[in-house]
């Protein structure tokens, strides 16, 4: 399906929880009244004025948007490089999609108790750093002719690293920009620019790759990236950093945030729902681009476009979600949009019977899939960060992505054994079975009794 995914998650993949604004996906008004919100904004509750007028925002948003889409350029290059010229085995494919997302297992939890003590933003500034760095390598060791799989694992391990400290990140600096009332609007844009950029990065992707190879395309992320680097020097955040008094040892801090996550029963379902849904859809698109590029005999430019004509889906998700819940509700809004996107999930593997008609069903998979994800990602991300205490924002998103994305490098390497002994299309009737099922948690619960989901913790 959070978010807030590679970066970290598989090609063509829109997790919940997967967008860096998350939810996955990926992602408000505190607990404890007015002494939570947004330090230095205590007089600005009531004001709503647009966030068009906002250039603080503006600056980081602008800077996120180039980021995206250099994301997306890349999301289709490594897995093309991996599998065309480096001809990549399903197994390998499988470790090299592990590898984005082992981060989120490994260290997932220890950073969001470190970036709740230090400053978001600057956090994210060495990010994007390192993960410009890390990737200007493989067209380096490509342009030398010594590029190996070995290089593209250990550089999506690095990228995966500096992506978990800059998500985590992203997710809990939007309440120190924005008024609280403005916090599902910042959302919004955020997911819609995240859908453009998957309607415009593939495109751009594919159309590199065609024009000057997999290699030298991941050279206009990095330049996007460095982008991403600036705006956030320009930007400026409200934050105040936590006292040195508020601060226990880091496991006891961990321990809080997830306590805080597991102990409210309507977060509890949902993050249920997204960490199944995550774990069978990263076993479908970790073997996307062998069934697309192999089963299939499609192009990289073809994949291009099926990626950005299903990414518009996920676009209309992010415009539609506020109507969406004024209508259904907040609350109801959730379980509809998660049986969506499991049933749009089935279409998948559907594909390879009929082959002659494969090209505008996938598309047409994908547009549902992600109108669905976006309509549950922006919902559900403006209650945690709405229910949650500034101090225990990283705590709780590192712990959600724990969960959510935790998953991922197992789903990924299950993937790679799949497909080599029971083969793709298979391991892709797996995936799906499993994504539709995945939305049990939330089907089955109090979601349909409510309308508005609550303001505190429960």
Same mark, same amino acid.
């Given at each position: 399906?959070?978010?807030?995914?590679?970066?970290?998650?598989?090609?063509?993949?829109?997790?919940?929880?997967?967008?860096?604004?998350?939810?996955?996906?990926?992602? %408000?008004?505190?607990?404890?009244?007015? *002494?939570?919100?947004?330090?230095?904004?205590?007089?600005?509750?009531?004001?709503? %004025?647009?966030?068009?007028?906002?250039?603080?925002?503006?600056?980081?948003?602008?800077?996120?948007?180039?980021?995206?889409?250099?994301?997306?350029?890349?999301?289709?290059?490594?897995?093309?490089?991996?599998?065309?010229?480096?001809?990549?085995?399903?197994?390998?494919?499988?470790?090299?999609?592990?590898?984005?997302?082992? !981060?989120?297992?490994?260290?997932?939890?220890?950073?969001?108790?470190?970036?709740?003590?230090?400053?978001?933003?600057?956090?994210?500034?060495?990010?994007?750093?390192?993960?410009?760095?890390?990737?200007?390598?493989?067209?380096?060791?490509?342009?030398?002719?010594?590029?190996?799989?070995?290089?593209?694992?250990?550089?999506?391990?690095?990228?995966?690293?500096?992506?978990?400290?800059?998500?985590?990140?992203?997710?809990?600096?939007?309440?120190?920009?924005?008024?609280?009332?403005?916090?599902?609007?910042?959302?919004?844009?955020?997911?819609?620019?995240?859908?453009?950029?998957?309607?415009?990065?593939?495109?751009?992707?594919?159309?590199?790759?065609?024009?000057?190879?997999?290699?030298?395309?991941?050279?206009?992320?990095?330049?996007?990236?460095?982008?991403?680097?600036?705006?956030?020097?320009?930007?400026?955040?409200?934050?105040?950093?936590?006292?040195?008094?508020?601060?226990?040892?880091?496991?006891?801090?961990?321990?809080?945030?997830?306590?805080?996550?597991?102990?409210?029963?309507?977060?509890?379902?949902?993050?249920?729902?997204?960490?199944?849904?995550?774990?069978?859809?990263?076993? *479908?698109?970790?073997?996307?681009?062998?069934?697309?590029?192999?089963?299939?005999?499609? %192009?990289?430019?073809?994949?291009?476009?099926?990626?950005?004509?299903?990414?518009?889906?996920?676009?209309?998700?992010?415009?539609?979600?506020?109507?969406?819940?004024?209508?259904?509700?907040?609350?109801? !809004?959730?379980?509809? *949009?998660?049986?969506?996107?499991?049933?749009?999930?089935?279409?998948?593997?559907?594909?390879?019977?009929?082959?002659?008609?494969?090209?505008?069903?996938?598309?047409?998979?994908?547009?549902?899939?992600?109108?669905?994800?976006?309509?549950?990602?922006?919902?559900?991300?403006?209650?945690?960060?709405?229910?949650?205490?500034?101090?225990?924002?990283?705590?709780?998103?590192?712990?959600?992505?724990?969960?959510?994305?935790?998953?991922?490098?197992?789903?990924?390497?299950?993937?790679?054994?799949?497909?080599?002994?029971?083969?793709?299309?298979?391991?892709?009737?797996?995936?799906?079975?499993?994504?539709?099922? *995945?939305?049990?948690?939330?089907?089955?619960?109090?979601?349909?009794?409510?309308?508005?989901?609550?303001?505190?913790? %429960?």
């Amino acid at each position: 399906m959070s978010q807030s995914q590679p970066q970290a998650t598989p090609p063509g993949a829109t997790p919940p929880d997967a967008t860096p604004p998350d939810a996955t996906p990926s992602t %408000s008004v505190r607990a404890g009244g007015p *002494s939570a919100a947004t330090p230095g904004r205590a007089g600005d509750a009531g004001r709503t %004025s647009s966030l068009w007028r906002d250039a603080n925002f503006l600056t980081l948003w602008s800077g996120q948007a180039l980021a995206q889409v250099g994301s997306q350029v890349t999301e289709l290059a490594i897995p093309v490089l991996a599998v065309l010229l480096l001809q990549a085995s399903e197994f390998e494919v499988g470790v090299l999609g592990a590898a984005g997302v082992a !981060a989120f297992l490994v260290v997932g939890l220890p950073a969001g108790a470190w970036i709740d003590r230090l400053r978001k933003r600057r956090v994210m500034i060495w990010a994007d750093a390192v993960r410009a760095v890390a990737l200007l390598v493989v067209p380096v060791l490509w342009w030398a002719d010594v590029l190996a799989m070995w290089h593209l694992v250990l550089v999506a391990l690095v990228v995966g690293v500096a992506t978990v400290f800059f998500d985590v990140s992203y997710q809990s600096l939007i309440p120190s920009l924005v008024r609280p009332s403005q916090i599902a609007e910042a959302n919004g844009k955020l997911e819609a620019t995240g859908q453009l950029a998957n309607i415009a990065g593939p495109a751009v992707g594919g159309w590199l790759i065609g024009a000057i190879m997999a290699p030298l395309a991941i050279v206009a992320t990095v330049a996007t990236y460095l982008a991403s680097f600036v705006a956030l020097l320009l930007t400026r955040d409200h934050e105040v950093p936590r006292a040195a008094d508020d601060r226990a040892p880091i496991g006891r801090e961990i321990a809080e945030g997830l306590r805080w996550v597991f102990g409210n029963p309507l977060l509890r379902r949902i993050v249920g729902t997204t960490g199944i849904s995550n774990f069978f859809s990263t076993m *479908s698109f970790t073997l996307l681009p062998i069934f697309l590029l192999r089963e299939l005999g499609l %192009s990289p430019v073809e994949m291009g476009i099926i990626l950005s004509l299903g990414s518009v889906g996920g676009l209309a998700g992010a415009i539609a979600t506020p109507h969406i819940v004024r209508r259904l509700g907040e609350a109801r !809004a959730i379980p509809v *949009s998660a049986i969506a996107f499991g049933l749009a999930a089935l279409v998948l593997p559907l594909a390879a019977a009929v082959p002659t008609i494969a090209f505008p069903l996938l598309v047409a998979q994908l547009f549902v899939g992600s109108f669905a994800v976006l309509v549950y990602n922006i919902t559900q991300v403006t209650f945690r960060q709405r229910i949650t205490p500034t101090r225990l924002l990283g705590r709780m998103n590192a712990s959600v992505r724990f969960c959510v994305w935790g998953v991922m490098p197992i789903a990924a390497l299950l993937a790679g054994g799949l497909g080599t002994w029971i083969g793709v299309v298979p391991t892709l009737w797996a995936g799906a079975a499993g994504q539709l099922l *995945s939305t049990l948690c939330v089907v089955i619960g109090p979601f349909w009794l409510l309308r508005r989901l609550p303001d505190g913790g %429960s």
